[in-house]
């Protein structure tokens, strides 16, 4: 029998009693959940508690994050959980600020399809899927893009957009987004697409200057790209035609990521490998502010590497921002100043709900922050290594996703966990067959992975 993906049901956040959620209806549906399906280690195991002494850094550029002095989890209030019926663009929607998200009490694995090719030597998936009106769309590490039934998963089309001269099959990059009725796609050989989402069939066809590793955005009839040189690029959505190009600064060694541009109220987000975030207008392009997104304090060579590889977040005029270096800011959308920072580095796109940001750091940390301050609330440390003594086997951690009072994090090792929001302390946990290295799609009450062998799991 497949075990549940047990979330405990959904406890209002107002529901506290000194600082704590009230969690007894949680525990006893998890239990009896559990007990139904046999499985003891489905988000309901309790880690063990952690080892007396000073945590000393394995890394030379760990900033060793702790609470602020100040921080209390008491005042942790979270807006109540929506449905949604698609998530549209990488991130969601094109502003990457999702808030809370609903699934059920206690999803199960109800299918998985294979889509393709997954992650290996000389590809790697990307980008995670898209749902719109009950159908999920993805592509694979070798530009095959597919449409499935968001319910049962049957393989409803499937084109190949890798041009004939490709012999090695060998592509970095791609993703997809759906918006008034088209399906749009980047790939890693320097073409945009726009498809007929009922069947696949190409409506126009662009070639841009360089290939792309990230997702497109859409809004506002136009298509924003970030090419792997740096240049970002607004697309007409209704010909392809390229309406204005910005360039960034050229990067030579850079990390094989891509994150998608951030749109919202007229202003585009330009993400690129130098630490450069670049705010533009989004009818002309022309420069609003730029600011760099790179640690003073940098000591070994993986943290030289300045790339902006989390997506950026855009929320009530205020910007958060990620570099891979060790910094993290909040920049007003307007003006370009800055109203805090922090030193953390992270790979993955910050989970903003209500006035609190989460992150997953380089270092395998989740971390709570108070949006107003840029305080630290709370941290916790996952694992590192596959084998913790011998420090071999290094997991890369990607996330969170905040879904039913459950902040979800996903390992390269097959793990799952749900944390929970207010406090970090582990609910429980999932292993399945292989990595998974993308956040979820979140549509219907159901969660969408995507993992490295390209599989696709839905748990409703």
């Known amino acids: 029998m497949t075990s549940p993906f047990v979330f405990p049901p959904v406890v209002s956040s107002s529901l506290r009693v000194s600082g704590r959620v009230v969690r007894l209806a949680s525990a006893l549906a998890m239990i009896t959940a559990l007990s139904a399906c046999g499985g003891g280690e489905w988000f309901g195991g309790k880690e063990d508690p952690p080892l007396p002494g000073t945590r000393v850094s394995i890394l030379e550029h760990d900033r060793n994050l702790k609470p602020a002095n100040d921080a209390s ?13 698609s998530w549209p663009q990488a991130g969601g929607y094109s502003h990457h600020a999702m808030q809370h ?8 694995k109800v299918w998985s399809t294979n889509v393709g090719n997954g992650t290996a030597k000389r590809n790697r998936l990307m980008s995670e899927p898209v749902v ?15 449409a499935l039934d968001a319910q049962t998963g049957k393989t409803l089309w499937s084109v190949d957009l890798a041009p004939d001269y490709d012999e090695d099959e060998s592509i970095l990059g791609g993703g997809v987004a759906i918006d008034n009725g088209r399906l749009y796609v980047t790939t890693g050989f320097a073409e945009v697409f726009a498809l007929d989402p009922k069947t696949g069939k190409t ?6 200057p360089s290939p792309m590793r990230a997702a497109p955005t859409v809004n506002g009839g136009r298509v924003f790209v970030v090419t792997v040189d740096n240049k970002g690029l607004a697309l007409a959505a209704s010909d392809g035609r390229i309406l204005w190009t910005h360039a960034g600064v050229e990067e030579a060694t850079t990390l094989l990521t ?12 330009m993400p690129y490998t130098s630490g450069e975030i670049a705010a533009l207008r989004v009818d002309n392009g022309l420069p609003l502010w730029s600011d760099t997104v790179i640690a003073a304090r940098r000591t070994d060579s993986a943290a030289n590497l300045s790339d902006i590889s989390a997506r950026p977040v855009i929320d009530n005029n205020r910007v958060y921002v990620i570099g891979h270096s060790g ?6 959308l307007r003006t370009g100043d800055r109203a805090w920072e922090v030193e953390l580095s992270s790979l993955s796109q910050p989970w903003l709900a209500g006035k609190f940001l989460y992150a997953v750091t380089t270092d395998a940390e989740a971390v709570c922050i108070d949006t107003t301050n840029g305080k630290i609330l709370w941290v916790h440390q ?12 290094r997991i890369l951690w990607t996330g969170p996703t905040l879904a039913s009072d459950r902040l979800i994090v996903t390992g390269s090792n097959g793990e799952l966990f749900a944390l929970s929001p207010y406090d970090g302390s582990v609910l429980g946990k999932v292993s399945v067959s292989d990595g998974i290295t993308l956040p979820p799609a979140v549509a219907n009450n159901t969660l969408y992975f995507l993992n490295d062998a390209a599989d696709i799991l839905a748990f409703r």
Request: proline letters at 10%; charged letters at 20%; a negative charge.
């Open 258 to 269: 891509g994150p998608a541009p951030a749109v919202d109220n007229g202003v585009v987000l």
């Open 203 to 208: 409506l126009w066809q662009t070639t841009v």
């Open 132 to 146: 719109a009106d009950n159908v999920l769309y993805v592509i694979d590490s070798s530009a095959e893009v597919s």
């Open 382 to 393: 996952l694992a590192q290594w596959k084998d913790p003594e011998e420090h071999t086997g």
């Open 73 to 85: 989890t008491d005042a942790i209030h979270l807006p109540a959980p929506e449905p949604n019926d």
């Open 327 to 332: 910094l993290m800011v909040s920049i007003d």
């Open 101 to 108: 998200m609903v699934v059920n009490a206690v999803p199960k």
